[in-house]
């Protein structure tokens, strides 16, 4: 009898502790920035694509964590001989969070709407090439090109591409509604973004019942956080405090690539910036080793131009413009503003960018630039910088995959036109053959650099810590996404 009432006791203990294995299916997880809206096909800032891209919502196809493209709500397609029209078959079954039916109908809309003349789409160049979208039948919708585009599929695994439903499309900035593993639950402005397990998801169910998104704007409240256990993950951390975490056998610190090139944007069209010569002196005045080793804690990797060093097409243009003052205060006397000028910066939240201001806005004083650094929120940012194009120089990473075609924009930010270079752009619009896009790709870099559209200063680099006993969480950021997907808590 003593010898059952053993038994007995361990597996009730055994049970017990299986029980609190299982019970912990929550996470909350850092981030530094608020968004805007939570709604991907209506805003450029990444922070609501690192909350609901994967997670809430999801496109006909998506991006893995080493850049690749998946089925996602299509689970395969097709492409004509000649490459304009993709016939994508959709998954059936698949509901929205509010209960409503996904099919064809929904992908219709969803690309219509993207491509509208009254999109307010932040990517509406991903959907350009798309001359119309007919739907086949409720699992079958074909998306015939104006052109060949062999990156379309890619194009549509971008966050600003996901599928939303007409009946809550108008909605969902404030309440997102999608076909994810993971729902919306609330938003406490100012604070965290909850999302919960959804029961009803047509794919694998997420592991977790329950992904809190805390916002940690300070930097310095992070390590903290951490070492408490209020937050066990921060997916993009501060550079500057791995030092007070990396050897805390507690956690788990991981260096890894980003599409992050961060660039001092520079307005093309506002004297004297317009001159070639000015942003030239710019580029030599730039000391990029300081800059990486102030702003990113060395972690950054140097770029010469628009493209990542992880990226099989890069091109190391990072000699075009090596450290030289002498030879940039010469452009200036060219420019004829060798008695130097004033300008302004403004500077967004993110460390790199307030840290980085301070050491370029002293590199450029060295020529005789004088800049007034203006710091600002994200949202003004967005307001009088990326829409209203009223700025001299600003310090962002941008994030989006691939995107070094922004450029050719005519009313994007940079105020940048050369028709060299959208003929460029063009062309590989127009090309699949990979051998073709990389010749492609590198006369564009070459372009930008000798241009000197924006001082090129590095790669960000994606610093993630996080509890050892968590596994899923992406080593590296081929998109501005915190993929939750696979994540879960290990023994």
């Known amino acids: 009898m003593r010898i059952w009432k053993t038994i007995l006791a361990a597996a009730v203990l055994s049970l017990s502790a299986d029980a609190a294995f299982a019970a912990r299916a929550d996470l909350v997880i850092g981030i530094p920035l608020e968004p805007p809206h939570l709604d991907p096909t209506a805003g450029a800032a990444a922070a609501i694509d690192e909350v609901l891209y994967a997670n809430v919502f999801e496109g006909l196809t998506r991006i893995g964590p080493n850049g690749e493209v998946l089925p996602d709500l299509a689970e395969s397609w097709t492409v004509s001989d000649d490459g304009k029209a993709y016939t994508f078959r959709l998954h059936k079954g698949v509901k929205f969070h509010d209960g409503t039916d996904f099919d064809a109908s929904d992908v219709k809309f969803s690309l219509d709407r993207a491509r509208a003349d009254n999109s307010v789409n932040a990517q509406k160049n991903l959907f350009a090439a798309i001359d119309k979208v007919d739907v086949v039948d409720p699992a079958t919708v074909q998306v015939t090109l104006r052109n060949a585009q062999g990156s379309f599929p890619y194009n549509m695994a971008w966050g600003d591409a996901v599928i939303v439903a007409a009946e809550s499309a108008g909605t969902n900035k404030e309440k997102p509604i999608g076909t994810g593993p993971f729902k919306f639950q609330s938003w406490a402005k100012g604070s965290s973004i909850t999302l919960v397990k959804s029961d009803d998801y047509w794919g694998t169910p997420a592991f977790l019942d329950k992904a809190e998104f805390r916002i940690v704007p300070d930097a310095a409240a ?270």
């Open 222 to 491: 992070a390590v903290p956080a951490l070492l408490s256990g209020d937050i066990q993950a921060f997916p993009f951390f501060d550079p500057d405090s791995v030092a007070q975490i990396k050897d805390d056998p507690r956690f788990k610190v991981v260096i890894g690539s980003t599409e992050g090139e961060t660039i001092l944007s520079i307005n093309n069209k506002k004297p004297p910036f317009d001159k070639l010569q000015v942003r030239q002196a710019i580029s030599y005045a730039l000391d990029r080793k300081a800059i990486i080793d102030g702003a990113s804690a060395g972690l950054g990797l140097p770029i010469g131009s628009h493209m990542s060093p992880a990226s099989k097409d890069y091109v190391d243009l990072t000699g075009r413009y090596p450290h030289d003052l002498a030879k940039a205060k010469q452009l200036l006397k060219e420019a004829g503003v060798e008695n130097g000028f004033k300008a302004t910066l403004k500077l967004p939240p993110p460390s790199y960018a307030r840290l980085g201001g301070e050491i370029i806005a002293s590199q450029l004083r060295d020529v005789g630039i004088d800049l007034e650094i203006i710091p600002v929120e994200w949202a003004q940012w967005l307001d009088q910088v990326f829409a209203k194009k009223d700025y001299d120089l600003t310090i962002v990473s941008h994030t989006e995959p691939n995107d070094i075609d922004i450029y050719s924009r005519k009313d994007y930010y940079f105020n940048y036109d050369n028709p060299a270079f959208d003929k460029v752009i063009a062309d590989l619009n127009l090309t699949s053959d990979e051998a073709k896009r990389k010749v492609l790709l590198g006369q564009a870099q070459k372009i930008l650099a000798d241009d000197a559209v924006v001082g090129f200063l590095y790669e960000l680099p994606k610093v993630g810590v996080w509890d050892a006993k968590l596994q899923g969480l992406w080593e590296n950021a081929p998109i501005q996404a915190n993929d939750l997907t696979k994540v879960k808590w290990s023994e």
